[in-house]
Antibody, heavy 119, light 106 residues
Framework: QVYLQESGPGLVKPSETLSLTCTVSGASISSSYWSWVRQSPGKGLEWIGDVYYTGTTNYNPSVKRRVTMSVDTSKRQFSLRLKSVIAADTAVYYC?????????????WGQGTTVTVSS | DIQMTQSPSSLSASVGDRVIITCRASQSMTRYLHWYQQKPGEAPKLVRYGTSAFQSGVSSSFSVTGSETNFTLTIDPLQPEHVATYYCQQTYRIPHTFGQGTKLEI
């Protein structure tokens, strides 16, 4: 069974950097792409981007200038950094697995972590 | 960006009914269209990927059809545990985009 667990601060001040980590268990971090998806309060889902274990990334243009994703294979973790946050970045952030063999569907999701941007 | 439009935005049906949710893409795509179920307070869960693939651990009540720009998720028969919001997503082009969701109630 594959599990993903998000971790990081639940509160970030405006203009600062949001940093989240996702720990992978039950699967090789070298076998898939790893994605981040967020959901603003009462809203739908937004794909933020993904990262491969080699460091190759794809980002949503809506956040591309502010986002960085990376992988630490030794720790079986991947990370999201979003700089210069604003109130609109307040959301539940999910880490997910994207499997090319499943037509790039997001087949495993973490439970999500709530991040609030507020002073 | 490929825009994904779901219809209806919400619907109410009865146990045992056949429910159809539609997802329309602004550009033609092949098979990279997926469906997720999200229950209140939970993370989304993949219920079908591609156009017809079986998803391990997911009810056989779910079926999918479609191609190019029109795709459907059918739930038959509807059961109480199917109450949720359903999202379609395309992974054909970056950015991968989601539909706005369809809230299903009984």
């Amino acid at each position: 069974q594959v599990y993903l667990q998000e971790s990081g601060p639940g509160l970030v001040k405006p203009s600062e950097t949001l940093s989240l980590t996702c720990t992978v268990s039950g699967a090789s971090i070298s076998s898939s792409y790893w994605s981040w998806v967020r959901q603003s309060p009462g809203k739908g889902l937004e794909w933020i981007g993904d990262v491969y274990y080699t460091g190759t990334t794809n980002y949503n243009p809506s956040v591309k200038r502010r986002v960085t994703m990376s992988v630490d294979t030794s720790k079986r973790q991947f990370s999201l950094r979003l700089k210069s946050v604003i109130a609109a970045d307040t959301a539940v952030y999910y880490c997910t697995r994207m499997t090319p063999g499943n037509d790039n569907a997001l087949d495993v999701w973490g439970q999500g972590t709530t991040v609030t941007v507020s002073s | 960006d490929i825009q994904m439009t779901q219809s209806p935005s919400s619907l109410s049906a009865s146990v045992g009914d056949r429910v159809i949710i539609t997802c329309r893409a602004s550009q033609s795509m092949t098979r990279y269209l997926h469906w997720y179920q999200q229950k209140p307070g939970e993370a989304p869960k993949l219920v079908r990927y591609g156009t017809s693939a079986f998803q391990s651990g997911v009810s056989s009540s779910f079926s999918v059809t479609g191609s190019e720009t029109n795709f459907t998720l059918t739930i038959d028969p509807l059961q109480p545990e199917h109450v949720a919001t359903y999202y379609c997503q395309q992974t054909y082009r970056i950015p991968h985009t989601f539909g706005q969701g369809t809230k299903l109630e009984i």
